[in-house]
């Protein structure tokens, strides 16, 4: 089955910073790649999702990049703000089931 | 239709009791899916229904598990003879025919003491 690694799993920035978050998986046949971000006592949001034929793709001050042939994936958040901070959940599928990798706790400080 | 919407918002049961969980995926959603997260961890899939069919099962959900989707709406989650490496957020999600992408519901915490 498919295994995602993400990291880091703490990361700590100032605002107006830039943070990075990376995950690897290990199934070539997976094609679609979803990031979650999840707030302190609250559900789990769909924040931006990548499919396997695009390598790029942003929305305002979110981007995640996509890079097959080495199979990992990341989230990039620019000028980051108090209320980015969360917990991001990477995941990777080859079709409606996505498996989830562990988690990076962002902390932005203010 | 405000959502994904589960009950209970917490559960706390004592060791060999049954619990049961529901779920009410949005309207328009044909899928319907079952994930368990547990402190410090990414969600871990259960099971998953298009409409009332339950199409796929995951080796973590043992025989004391069950799932229903009886008329392709919502769903319930039963577990039996509850143990306490049970208690963990049950999170449920649904998503329609064409996009992969999951809208959650906020989850039944269950605490088996």
């Known amino acids: 089955g498919e295994n995602v690694e993400q990291h880091p799993s703490t990361l700590s920035v100032q605002e107006g910073d830039s943070a990075v978050i990376k995950c690897t998986y290990s199934?070539?046949?997976?094609?679609?790649f979803p990031w979650y971000k999840q707030e302190l006592g609250k559900r789990p949001q769909l924040i931006i999702d990548?499919?396997?034929?695009?390598g790029e793709k942003k929305d305002q001050r979110i981007a995640v990049t996509l890079n097959k042939t080495a199979k990992h994936f990341s989230l990039h958040i620019t000028e980051t703000q108090p209320e980015d901070s969360a917990v991001y959940f990477c995941?990777?599928?080859?079709?409606?089931?996505?498996?989830f990798g562990r988690g990076t706790s962002l902390i932005v400080h203010p | 239709d405000t959502g994904v919407s589960q009950d209970p918002r917490h559960k706390i049961t004592k060791r060999g009791q049954n619990v049961t969980f529901r779920c009410d995926p949005i309207?328009?959603?044909?899928?319907l899916y079952w994930y368990r997260q547990t402190l410090g961890q990414g969600p871990e899939f259960l099971t998953y229904?298009?409409?009332?069919?339950?199409?796929?099962k995951s080796r973590l959900l043992s025989d004391r598990f069950s799932a229903e989707r009886p008329k392709g709406s919502f769903s319930t989650l039963e577990i039996q003879r509850t143990e306490q490496g049970d208690s963990a957020m049950y999170l449920c999600?649904?998503?329609?025919?064409?996009?992969?992408?999951?809208?959650f519901g906020s989850g039944t915490r269950l605490t088996v003491v």
């Open positions: 999600a649904s998503s329609d025919s064409l996009n992969y992408g999951y809208t």
């Open positions: 199934d070539s046949a997976s094609n679609y």
């Open positions: 990548i499919r396997s034929n695009v």
């Open positions: 995941a990777a599928s080859r079709g409606y089931i996505p498996t």
């Open positions: 309207s328009e959603h044909n899928r």
């Open positions: 229904f298009q409409n009332e069919a339950q199409l796929e």
